[in-house]
């Protein structure tokens, strides 16, 4: 079995601290592992198309290790106690997990290499574990490492106990003024984080933005984001379309401006 991880989780902070051991009671590994095995069986394309993926995480692994000079521990899904559910995605399904050996707690996202079927979506993945893996902000969603084996491809998140802004918005119709003001606060601080990296995120809504232990906003889903600078201003049309800036749709070329435009329309909403 192949695998490779860009960082070893070591850090205990307040923010990724352990969660109790009854909360691993939902999910077994050897069950996850029968699930994901009862995919259906990929075509040489979409094996191609994985590949792309997988060949850009052994390349970027190798780099990170001839870079520091140190030998990274190579993951497996066996290396981790599989938890509940969090959440489900285009290509796979996102679980709370615990590291066995030092009690760790992350979020695994597990991606369906069947799934990957076009060069474009593989391209577009390696952009976002490209982006978020050398992101390190308060207010933006940890991407610690990742790994493969022979039809997954794993990325271990930061895990936020708080889950989607969204859900909570759904929940209390209105936030408090006070409450809201912090969360307009910290998503400011991420995005200007964000844009000092000539970093674009293009998809700022409440369904990609959790809430980490304490309430601490996270943004995260980098899938959509983009480089970009005033001499490269890119013209892709994407994210979702009630959160859409009009430079985005008139096809002119778009900056970093475009994730504001997303900010308005999320501070309205609250």
Not at 38 to 48: D, H, I, N, T
Not at 187 to 199: E, G, R, T, V
Not at 227 to 250: F, H, I, Q
Request: positive net charge.
């Amino acid at each position: 079995m192949k695998s490779s991880s860009r960082s070893i989780l070591q850090n205990r902070n307040v923010e990724n601290r352990p969660i109790p051991s009854e909360y691993f009671s939902t999910v077994d590994s050897k069950k996850h592992n029968e699930e994901n095995r009862k995919q259906p069986g990929a075509s040489s394309s979409s094996y191609s198309n994985a590949d792309l993926i997988t060949n850009h995480l052994n390349e970027t692994s190798a780099a990170s290790k001839s870079t520091t000079g140190s030998s990274q521990r190579q993951w497996t899904i066996n290396d981790f106690e599989i938890g509940a559910p969090l959440g489900r995605g285009r290509f796979g399904h996102v679980y709370c997990v615990r590291e066995k050996k030092s009690k760790y707690i992350v979020a695994l996202k597990a991606i369906i290499k069947d799934q990957i079927s076009t060069p474009r979506l593989a391209k577009q993945l390696i952009s976002e574990i490209s982006i978020q893996s050398r992101l390190k902000h308060p207010n933006i969603l940890r991407l610690y490492g990742f790994f493969h084996d022979e039809q997954r491809i794993f990325l271990l998140l930061e895990y936020a106990p708080g889950g989607e802004l969204y859900r909570r918005m759904q929940k209390e119709k209105v936030l408090q003024e006070n409450e809201a003001a912090g969360f307009v606060y910290q998503l400011c601080n991420a995005l200007s984080y964000l844009h000092s990296k000539q970093i674009i995120h293009r998809d700022i809504k409440p369904e990609n933005i959790l809430i980490g232990v304490y309430g601490i906003l996270k943004l995260a889903d980098f899938g959509w984001s983009a480089e970009s600078s005033e001499a490269n201003k890119r013209t892709t049309l994407c994210g979702t379309l009630d959160y859409l800036a009009p430079e985005m749709l008139n096809g002119n070329g778009y900056d970093e401006k475009i994730d504001l435009w997303c900010l308005g329309v999320f501070t309205y909403e609250m």
